[in-house]
């Protein structure tokens, strides 16, 4: 570092002006040094660098923001001065201590005419053209009568940021004194008052038993005071409990009402690591933890959050709920929490009515078909005892280990009569039906023929059908067009296609 005060020193003439020569380039030497010295502040081994105001200059910051530049002031050292907020630059604001003032200017009149008064009106604050007086016949400064005060100006305040939104800005604590003076007369005079009253029971005679007390009134009133704070105090005790608290007014503490020691926690009841898993998070245990000990649900604490929730009225609730979605969505005005009443009536009807439906309708189908003798009988595996899925069954037919075969079900809906039709139409056996059938087949294949090649042709030169003749289709002809219209949701359909 002496290398760079030598060339300070010479940039610098006598006049002690600030020359425009450039410092002495460092030897390799001096930069390796430096650089070693820079590395040793940045661990923290040396000392940091001080600038003129004595202040650390953090290692870390870079040469190009703490150094000064030669062309500038080569005399400096490397400061942070010129990053800090400068003083001369840094806009005034009034104090917390100034404020308007309040009232008006309480001055003596003046009874003689000032200099550099109002030739009008004599006030100091404005001149004679500025004044709001009545203009008069001859002015204040030559009668010397009439004198008057000078007009009460306020001074101006600069406020900052948080000043003009301070809700307290300006505020006189001595004025809250007032309100504290006018209480304690209040209290005073509620005291003078219990006072009287009770030395006028004492001279009455109702208060006998209490003259001991008497006395300790008029040695300590100051017991007394507190005594009543205190009943005063009691009045209000009552109204001010909260949920899951206890307040008691004699020995003044706040008792909260906790869990029942004896309820035992849900990761305590038990302690096998393979049992039903607790969720810390949301403290919930859905298994039942006493599952593989041979206990009963019914027998113990706690079976899981599972059983409270599918047990009880839980899944009858669930139910009313899902019917009372049905029946709005149906036109029914129907709302659980608005209107239970109504809608259990209706939901009790309901059910009423779908058994009475589902009773009918089967009595029905029986009365049609007959088969009521099939109802009662066994499953087809115990008839014929032929099945290649091992089942055992109890003496009353539930399935005890393995699994019934599942019955076999179509995607599509099945006796869905369409286009008015009552019954299904049979199929045809009558060889002379089925010449029919082919017939017709052969006319609805030539007639797709046609409307292929008409499409091709241009619509202009297309053929008007208005000039055939139209005739109602016959049944064959119907079931022709059904047979070979083409449907779109059909899965076969890309088969159909691929095979023609």
């Not at 600038?51 to 400096?76: A, F």
């Not at 006319?443 to 046609?450: F, G, I, N, S, V």
Request: glycine share 4%.
């Amino acid at each position: 570092m002496p290398e760079e005060e030598e060339a300070a020193t010479a940039a610098t003439s006598a006049d002690g002006v600030v020359g425009l020569e450039e410092p002495k380039k460092m030897t390799r030497e001096d930069w390796r040094k430096k650089k070693e010295l820079e590395e040793q502040r940045k661990l923290g081994n040396a000392p940091a660098e001080v600038d003129e105001e004595g202040k650390d200059i953090n290692p870390h910051i870079p040469q190009y923001i703490s150094s000064v530049p030669w062309y500038i002031d080569p005399s400096k050292r490397p400061t942070l001065k010129h990053q800090r907020p400068q003083e001369e630059r840094q806009q005034q604001f009034s104090s917390i201590e100034e404020w308007y003032k309040r009232g008006v200017q309480e001055k003596a009149i003046s009874t003689k005419f000032r200099k550099g008064a109002c030739d009008n009106c004599g006030a100091m604050t404005h001149k004679k053209k500025d004044c709001l007086e009545r203009p008069r016949k001859v002015g204040a400064k030559f009668t010397g009568n009439g004198m008057a005060p000078d007009e009460h100006s306020q001074i101006s305040l600069d406020l900052d940021y948080d000043g003009k939104r301070d809700r307290w800005n300006g505020y006189d604590p001595e004025d809250h004194m007032r309100i504290v003076e006018e209480y304690a007369k209040v209290d005073q005079a509620k005291q003078t008052l219990k006072s009287q009253k009770l030395h006028e029971e004492l001279a009455s005679g109702k208060l006998t038993d209490q003259a001991s007390s008497s006395r300790k009134w008029d040695d300590g009133e100051r017991t007394q005071e507190q005594n009543s704070e205190d009943e005063d105090e009691d009045k209000y005790a009552d109204d001010i409990d909260m949920p899951g608290q206890n307040f008691d007014s004699k020995r003044r503490i706040t008792v909260r009402n906790l869990r029942i020691r004896e309820d035992i926690a849900k990761y305590l009841r038990n302690l096998d690591p393979d049992s039903a898993y607790y969720d810390p998070k949301t403290r919930a245990m859905r298994e039942n933890p006493y599952q593989n000990t041979g206990m009963v649900p019914e027998d113990v604490g706690f079976a899981g959050d599972n059983f409270v929730r599918y047990s009880g009225d839980t899944v009858t609730m669930a139910q009313t709920q899902l019917f009372a979605w049905e029946a709005y969505d149906k036109g029914s005005e129907v709302h659980l929490q608005a209107d239970p009443t109504k809608l259990e009536l209706l939901h009790q009807s309901f059910k009423v009515k779908k058994e009475d439906f589902k009773d009918k309708q089967k009595e029905t189908i029986l009365d049609k078909y007959g088969g009521e003798e099939h109802l009662d009988a066994p499953p087809r595996e115990l008839l014929l005892a032929q099945t290649e899925d091992y089942v055992e069954y109890s003496r009353h037919g539930a399935v005890l280990k393995g699994q019934e075969k599942a019955v076999a079900r179509s995607k599509y809906e099945e006796d869905v009569l369409i286009q008015n039709h009552a019954v299904r139409r049979p199929e045809p056996t009558n060889p002379v039906e089925m010449s029919t059938v082919r017939t017709a087949l052969a006319a609805e294949d030539m007639r797709l023929k046609q409307v292929e090649e008409m499409m091709k042709v241009d619509e202009r030169k297309r053929k008007y059908n208005s000039l055939q003749e139209i005739k109602e289709p016959t049944e064959e002809e119907m079931e022709a067009f059904r047979m070979k219209r083409s449907r779109e949701d059909d899965p076969m359909a890309n088969f159909l296609e691929l095979g023609q």
